[in-house]
T-cell receptor, first 112, second 111 residues
Framework: SQQGEEDPQALSIQEGENATMNCSYK?????LQWYRQNSGRGLVHLIL?????REKHSGRLRVTLDTSKKSSSLLITASRAADTASYFC????????????FGKGTLLTVNP | DTEVTQTPKHLVMGMTNKKSLKCEQH?????MYWYKQKAKKPPELMFV???????INESVPSRFSPECPNSSLLNLHLHALQPEDSALYLC??????????FGSGTRLTVV
């Protein structure tokens, strides 16, 4: 079953603009992760934010987490054509189950 | 070595064939996973191995049979698959509380 729900499902922007993607989830989490997937290839881990954290940065990426609203956002600043990919949020409920559940994803297109 | 290596990258098999997908990591990760991904959909968890023992089977049909020979290797044995099993099969590994490392996947076509 899907845990995270991203919106928008698709986003098209110009190079240099910022891109914001949102994720909502339903149950308690230990951490939330964001992944990028270029067309038909493996997923690349971008950033992990723990349930007791509210914001995290990595290069041009900024992730926020609001556990009271069960939501997260991923901001990519100064986007580049190479950022074109699908972005997925994934939730980890913690414990010994090692189970990561993915949302439906946002397809980001950055036009040169 | 910070990679998960999957072989083969592409596989075409008939419905009566038996084939295996292989996955290898040398990062010392104790959890390994198989995911299935259909086009334009998110990855769906199939199996989780923790410390070389199967800990999660997400009600996967028995025509998919996982195996973990040692802490670095994970196999997925395929037998009598259906055309609807055509998909990208992703292997991943992780340490608890950290991001997963995914392989580049095996694109499987069942004919």
């Amino acid at each position: 079953s899907q845990q995270g729900e991203e919106d928008p499902q698709a986003l098209s922007i110009q190079e240099g603009e910022n891109a914001t993607m949102n994720c909502s989830y339903k149950t308690s989490i230990n951490n939330l992760q964001w992944y990028r997937q270029n067309s038909g290839r493996g997923l690349v881990h971008l950033i992990l934010i723990r349930s007791n954290e509210r914001e995290k940065h990595s290069g041009r990426l900024r992730v926020t987490l609001d556990t009271s609203k069960k939501s997260s956002s991923l901001l990519i600043t100064a986007s580049r054509a190479a950022d074109t990919a699908s972005y997925f949020c994934a939730t980890d409920a913690g414990g010994s189950n090692y189970k990561l559940t993915f949302g439906k994803g946002t397809l980001l297109t950055v036009n040169p | 070595d910070t990679e998960v290596t999957q072989t083969p990258k592409h596989l075409v098999m008939g419905m009566t064939n038996k084939k295996s997908l292989k996955c290898e990591q040398h990062m010392g990760h104790r959890a390994m996973y198989w995911y299935k991904q259909k086009a334009k959909k998110p990855p769906e968890l199939m199996f989780v191995y923790s410390y070389e023992k199967l800990s999660i089977n997400e009600s996967v049909p028995s025509r998919f049979s996982p195996e973990c020979p040692n802490s670095s290797l994970l196999n997925l044995h395929l037998h009598a698959l259906q055309p609807e099993d055509s998909a990208l099969y992703l292997c991943a590994s992780s340490q608890e509380g950290r991001g997963y490392t995914f392989g580049s996947g095996t694109r499987l076509t069942v004919v």
